[in-house]
């Protein structure tokens, strides 16, 4: 399994997501789409359809990608090998991640903030149309940050936990969660199996990247024991149970301050600040966030091929 990983990894930072190759969250996605059209057409209540349609889809998606699994193996134990590394390869998000911070600040720096607004708004569900230069740094830090955890950290956790089937089980859970589970009129009851269901699901992971986190910002000459130090006082600060870890673990490492004001759908959200702003934010931090990202990637990396080997000793 150790092998496995690193292969896997090694595949995401080479190819990352490749715009023309039928990736397995498309077709997840447009069954939600379809089940949810399905559901929605019943008399159930709204919260009982929002959890059958979680259910199912998770359901399939282990059961799908483990017997894809089986029949590689059966065919040939080697194909079988080569399958579950392609599949935890396809659940990692790494350089897709840098790919669209990068999009983001590369028009940022050359300051034109109309494309930079377009290209965070590709990737964040905040409206970006009124956005000014810090909002766009702040916006574009946090989710690197976020989904450090949600691309990288967890899908890695439940491939050493359960290989790809359980990795890919993961993957059903946040897309779900990206899908329906928002606190708006439409989704409020739908969406409220899977918006909790990603809660646990990202309970450990976003806790380890407390950790991890800082001890990248350490091993690349960023500050990692204020990394460590904003994650212990901020944590509990973000609107989600999870979030709170990676973005105070990164606004400690790069000095910045992030939270504060979000407009979604017409209506203002205040967050609480996380982290101490010790300097004003700058297009270089979108960089800097994208270098923390792949070294905590690798830390991570490191971290679960050392456990998956002492498993094995």
Not at 16 to 26: A, E
Not at 61 to 66: A, I, N, P
Not at 82 to 104: D, H
Not at 185 to 210: C, H, M, Q, T, V
Request: aromatic share 10%.
């Amino acid at each position: 399994m150790a092998f496995d990983l690193m292969i896997a990894y090694s595949l995401d930072i080479l190819i990352g997501d490749p715009i023309w190759f039928p990736h397995p969250v498309r077709a997840i996605g447009r069954g939600i789409m379809a089940l949810e059209r399905y559901l929605r057409q019943t008399a159930l209540p709204l919260r009982l359809a929002g959890a059958i349609l979680t259910i199912t889809i998770v359901g399939l998606t282990y059961g799908l990608v483990w017997l894809i699994c089986y029949m590689a193996g059966i065919f040939h134990p080697y194909f079988g090998k080569v399958i579950a590394i392609l599949l935890i390869f396809m659940s990692l998000s790494v350089r897709s991640l840098a790919q669209a911070a990068k999009k983001v600040y590369s028009p940022l720096k050359a300051d034109n903030i109309n494309q930079a607004r377009r290209q965070l708004g590709q990737i964040v569900s905040r409206e970006t149309a009124t956005l000014d230069r810090d909002c766009l740094i702040r916006g574009t830090v946090e989710t690197v940050a976020e989904n450090t955890v949600d691309g990288i950290i967890s899908p890695l956790f439940y491939a050493i936990i359960g290989g790809a089937p359980l990795a890919w089980a993961y993957k059903a859970i946040n897309t779900l969660d990206s899908m329906v589970g928002y606190k708006d009129e439409r989704y409020l009851k739908f969406g409220w199996f899977s918006a909790r269901l990603d809660d646990i699901a990202n309970f450990i992971p976003a806790r380890l990247s407390g950790v991890i986190i800082p001890l990248a910002a350490l091993l690349t000459g960023k500050d990692g024991r204020r990394s460590l130090e904003t994650v212990l006082k901020d944590k509990r600060k973000a609107a989600s149970p999870n979030a709170g870890f990676p973005e105070a673990a990164f606004a400690g490492a790069l000095g910045i301050q992030l939270g504060g004001q979000n407009i979604y759908h017409g209506r203002a959200s205040n967050r609480p600040l996380i982290g101490k702003p010790i300097r004003p934010k700058e297009p270089e931090d979108i960089k800097q966030a994208i270098y923390l990202m792949y070294a905590t990637s690798f830390v991570a990396l490191m971290g679960g091929m050392l456990i998956v080997w002492l498993l094995n000793c």
